[in-house]
């Protein structure tokens, strides 16, 4: 069974860093994109970028480069998306997914909450 | 970047009912569009990929047409776990655009 298990519910200060892990299992994690997309409280989902496990090529929503990174460490079937700052506005859930066209198996998603 | 939009953003209907959802993408995406189907509290799970071919395991009251700009999703028989939001998204290129989703509400 294909499986996406995401790392547990944060809640940070603004400013301070994180990275939320995704880890695969029941398929072959290298050879599948890795898809990750956010959505903000009451709002719809927002595609943030994706990475392919095999060579790290990583393609960025052009509304979120910079501000995070995206990464993956194939030694342990996982993927990273890490803030080196964050902001009130980053509060919202964050989902991976496996392949980009579809993108089929999702995580069950990572609650970050961003609050002074 | 390719913007999507669906319609109506929200829908009443009844068990057994049958609806349709529309999604027009700013410019030609092909058939390169999903359907997703959002419960509250949990991820979007894939119902159509390519505008018409049903995932694995999703139920065949199901369907997705279209091509082009123009797409629909078709509901036939609505049972109570349908009551929730669409989303399509387009995977033709990047960055991949969501629609911004239509709620469907019980009658």
């Known amino acids: 069974e294909v499986q996406l298990v995401q790392s547990g519910a944060e809640v940070k200060k603004p400013g301070e860093s994180l990275r939320i892990s995704c880890k695969g299992s029941?398929?072959?994690?290298?050879?599948?994109?890795i898809t990750w997309v956010r959505q903000m409280p009451g709002k719809g989902p927002e595609w943030m970028g994706v990475?392919?496990?095999?060579?790290?090529?990583?393609i960025y929503n052009p509304s979120v480069q910079g501000q995070v990174t995206i990464s993956v460490d194939t030694s342990i079937n996982t993927a990273y998306l890490q803030w080196s700052g964050l902001k009130a506005s980053d509060t919202g859930i964050y989902y991976c997914?496996?392949?980009?066209?579809?993108?089929?198996?999702w995580g069950q998603g990572t609650l970050v909450t961003v609050s002074s | 970047a390719i913007q999507m939009t669906q319609a109506p953003s929200s829908l009443s209907a009844s068990v057994g009912d049958t609806v349709t959802i529309t999604c027009r993408a700013s410019?030609?995406?092909?058939?390169?569009l999903s359907w997703f189907r959002q419960i509250p509290g949990k991820p979007p799970n894939l119902l159509i990929y390519?505008?018409?071919t049903v995932q694995s395991g999703v139920p065949s009251r199901f369907s997705g047409s279209g091509s082009g700009t123009d797409f629909t999703l078709t509901i036939r028989s609505l049972q109570p776990e349908d009551f929730a939001t669409y989303y399509c998204?387009?995977?033709?290129?990047?960055?991949?655009?969501f629609g911004q989703g239509t709620k469907l509400e019980i009658k």
């Open positions: 410019q030609a995406i092909r058939n390169n």
């Open positions: 990475i392919y496990p095999v060579d790290s090529d990583t």
């Open positions: 998204l387009q995977d033709f290129n990047y960055p991949r655009t």
């Open positions: 029941g398929y072959n994690f290298a050879s599948h994109w």
């Open positions: 390519s505008a018409s």
């Open positions: 997914a496996r392949g980009t066209l579809p993108t089929d198996h």
